[in-house]
T-cell receptor
Framework: AQSVTQLDSQVPVFEEAPVELRCNYSSSVSVYLFWYVQYPNQGLQLLLKYLSGSTLVKGINGFEAEFNKSQTSFHLRKPSVHISDTAEYFCAVSAVQAGTALIFGKGTTLSVSS | DTEVTQTPKHLVMGMTNKKSLKCEQHMGHRAMYWYKQKAKKPPELMFVYSYEKLSINESVPSRFSPECPNSSLLNLHLHALQPEDSALYLC????????????FGPGTRLTVL
């Protein structure tokens, strides 16, 4: 079985500062990894995904994440955040070829202030 | 068309009512999902349909009844709900069940009085 741990439940940051949202996973098989963002009263939007290949993944809105197999991590980064990045961020994992649905972390609330 | 649509956006119902939530996608995806999300929590998987057949049922109470009339549509029929069922109900779809990337709809905000 897979599990996901998002190490920070809340991350407050000032506008134009860099940010890192941490995600660790556990799995005995190969996995796909995802970051989703949820703005207030909306559904989830895919930010980026790691399926295979390059371990540095670039997503939408200037976000990127690095897959580190040895540390079983998939941390999300942005060099300079905006007020509009304030949202809930979910890390998720699914087993490759297992035909199972996503396992979500508990989420990290990113609050960007001026 | 790369979106998942859900209707209605908001729904208020009494505990004796019967209502339905609807979800539609036209991306040719063959797997569709229902999730329940409480405030400040991650989505919880309820049901998964693969090729219009129920593939996963996460021990959801029978007052929730899913239906997949065709590959583009997914319904969730609601009957005799409880106030604790109030939540955001999200629909999602993916290319196939083994294809991890899911596309989510905007959700239906359900309030049970």
């Amino acid at each position: 079985a897979q599990s996901v741990t998002q190490l920070d439940s809340q991350v407050p940051v000032f506008e134009e500062a860099p940010v890192e949202l941490r995600c660790n996973y556990s799995s005995s098989v190969s996995v796909y990894l995802f970051w989703y963002v949820q703005y207030p009263n909306q559904g989830l939007q895919l930010l980026l995904k790691y399926l295979s290949g390059s371990t540095l993944v670039k997503g939408i809105n200037g976000f990127e994440a690095e897959f580190n197999k040895s540390q079983t991590s998939f941390h999300l980064r942005k060099p300079s955040v905006h007020i509009s990045d304030t949202a809930e961020y979910f890390c998720a994992v699914s087993a490759v070829q297992a035909g199972t649905a996503l396992i979500f972390g508990k989420g990290t609330t990113l609050s960007v202030s001026s | 068309d790369t979106e998942v649509t859900q209707t209605p956006k908001h729904l208020v119902m009494g505990m004796t009512n019967k209502k339905s939530l609807k979800c539609e996608q036209h991306m040719g995806h063959r797997a569709m999902y229902w999730y329940k999300q409480k405030a400040k929590k991650p989505p919880e998987l309820m049901f998964v349909y693969s090729y219009e057949k129920l593939s996963i049922n996460e021990s959801v109470p029978s007052r929730f009844s899913p239906e997949c009339p065709n590959s583009s549509l997914l319904n969730l029929h609601l009957h005799a709900l409880q106030p604790e069922d109030s939540a955001l109900y999200l629909c999602a779809s993916s290319l196939g069940l083994a294809e991890g990337e899911q596309f989510f709809g905007p959700g239906t905000r359900l309030t049970v009085l």
